[in-house]
């Protein structure tokens, strides 16, 4: 079966930092374009950050830009998150998401995989 497993969320103060991990089985995910997603209660879910598949290029959604890095450890077969100088609207259910193509997309549609999903709370 195909799995992807988020890790590492949690409650952490405003200005702290978080790394999530998102851990794939049944796929390699070096050869899947992989992104972030966030959705908070009462809001549009939205991407926070891809890698793609082919080049390695990244996108990151200007709420996050300078903050928030994606990264992806092939041996490992995992791709992470880290997290800088978090903020409380940063609070929300981070999912790990994957697709075939090179595109880095940012609609949820285009992705076929997902994870469950990893909290992250961040207080003032």
């Known amino acids: 079966q195909v799995q992807l497993v988020e890790s590492g969320g949690g409650l952490v103060q405003a200005g702290g930092s978080l790394r999530l991990s998102c851990a794939a089985s049944?796929?390699?995910?070096?050869?899947?374009?992989m992104a972030w997603f966030r959705q908070a209660p009462g809001k549009e879910g939205e991407s926070v950050a891809v890698?793609?598949?082919?080049?390695?290029?990244?996108t990151y959604a200007d709420s996050v830009k300078g903050r928030f890095t994606i990264s992806r450890d092939n041996a490992k077969n995992t791709v992470y998150l880290q997290m800088n100088r978090l903020k409380p609207e940063d609070t929300a259910l981070y999912y790990c998401a994957a697709r075939n193509g090179l595109m880095t997309m940012t609609t949820p549609s285009a992705y076929i995989y997902w994870g469950q999903g990893t909290q992250v709370t961040v207080s003032s």
């Open positions: 049944g796929v390699t995910s070096s050869t899947y374009t």
């Open positions: 890698i793609s598949r082919s080049n390695g290029n990244t």
